[in-house]
Antibody, heavy 118, light 109 residues
Framework: QVQLQESGPGLVEPSGTLSLTCAVS?????????WSWVRQSPGKGLEWIGE???????NYHPSLKSRLTILLDNSKNAFSLELRSVTAADTAKYHC???????????WGSGIQVTVSS | QSALTQPPSVSGSPGQSVTISCTGT?????????VSWYQQSPGSAPKVILF???KRPSGVPDRFSGSQSGYTASLTISGLQAEDEADYYC?????????FGPGTKVTVL
């Protein structure tokens, strides 16, 4: 059974960096897949942030590209999200998600709430 | 603001059918069967129920069906059940990004 589990700080200060990790079990991140981050906030609904292909090639949402890094960690069978210069608008529940292709997101983590506040 | 539009809410009695529309443009919904639908029950993560407009993943009941006409994709739930009460989001993959609709709340009366 494939599972994804997010972890990281639940509170980040404004102008700081939001860093999250997604631990994957039951499937190797080095096997063919796209590994995405999607966030959800009451005001903006679901928003796709970006993805990293199993080869390590990233693909970011154009509106976040300048602040975003998504990396694979094959040694830990995980992938990570780093979002820099955060503001209150980045407050959301962050989900890590797998796609096996075919333009849909087939498996979601339960999500982690991140609040940007001083 | 989402580039896709959905009705905020729909409702129906058990056993009835409800349809949720998802309207976009030639650049998103109108492109190559790249529409998927996600069900999110309260307190849970989204779960894919349809992909490539009409295909159901293993384990999704066949009372969920999809269709598309022009730039509008639709999700129909036939034989509505109490457990179908949830939020439903359409999604289109376009220009190497996923774009979600604002979501539709389905209420079972």
């Amino acid at each position: 059974q494939v599972q994804l589990q997010e972890s990281g700080p639940g509170l980040v200060e404004p102008s700081g960096t939001l860093s999250l990790t997604c631990a994957v079990s039951g499937y190797s991140v080095s096997d063919v897949a796209y590994w995405s981050w999607v966030r959800q906030s009451p005001g903006k609904g679901l928003e796709w942030i970006g993805e990293v292909f199993y080869t390590g090639t990233p693909n970011y949402h154009p509106s976040l590209k300048s602040r975003l890094t998504i990396l694979l960690d094959n040694s830990k069978n995980a992938f990570s999200l780093e979002l820099r210069s955060v503001t209150a608008a980045d407050t959301a529940k962050y989900h890590c998600v797998r796609s096996l292709g075919w333009w849909f997101l087939d498996l979601w983590g339960s999500g982690i709430q991140v609040t940007v506040s001083s | 603001q989402s580039a896709l539009t959905q009705p905020p809410s729909v409702s129906g009695s058990p056993g009835q059918s409800v349809t949720i529309s998802c309207t976009g443009t030639s650049s998103d919904v109108g492109t190559d069967n790249r529409v998927s639908w996600y069900q999110q029950s309260p307190g849970s993560a989204p779960k894919v129920i349809l992909f490539q407009v009409t295909k159901r993943p293993s384990g999704v009941p066949d009372r969920f069906s999809g269709s598309q006409s022009g730039y509008t994709a639709s999700l129909t739930i036939s034989g509505l059940q109490a457990e179908d009460e949830a939020d439903y989001y359409c999604c289109s993959y376009t220009s190497s990004t996923y774009v979600f609709g604002p979501g539709t709340k389905v209420t079972v009366l």
